[in-house]
């Protein structure tokens, strides 16, 4: 097992390798798996990759986010701006149905509501968004709504997960109940317990994923 010193330098690392941070002042603690991160970026987008670059270090088992964001002049835009924005990226991107998706922008946060019939629909919208100048923060609180609700077939999921590369050697659990996968069992890193989850997403018919996966970290 890592020492919180061990931890702490390893995330260190991982944050300057990114190109897009390595300028970027963040600080890092460690604590017996959890990684708190504090410090300013001028992005939304960076924010994202300091995220994601934490949750890749093995031996993390959670992250706790402190990060302001602070615009630089350059950056900064109104509501009105930024709204415009974000419809014109979903014009862009042919995974958003944009005529079931309402945008709020108050504060430079951007809050997306309606109903889609597919998962990656729903996160296609908020990816939309993430690199937008002068958005400080995503809240996608679209539903999922199949027009006809299918059942889960739960051994197409279980395959799914074998077929992974990071997880076909997990004792992954999969249980099944109406339209809600719940997942159970011990994986290595948060990025294996993410990936779960996105497969199970994938299902047709899933309505809600409770990932109960613990992220265990082994040498």
Known sequence: M????????????????????????IGVTAKDGVITLTGVVDSYAKLLEVEDATKNVVGVKAVVEKIEIKFGTTFQKDDNEIAIAVINAFDWNWAVPKDRIKIKVENGWVTLEGEVRWHYQKEAAKKSVNNLLGVKGVKNIIKIKFETLDTIEKQDIERAILRNWSLGDKNIVVKVADNKVTLIGNVHSLYQKEAAERIAWNSPGVLIVDNELIVEYLL
Request: overall charge negative; glycine content about 0%.
């Open 2 to 25: 890592k020492t919180n010193e061990q931890l702490q330098k390893d995330v260190q690392d991982a944050i300057k390798w990114e190109p897009l941070l390595n300028a970027a002042e």
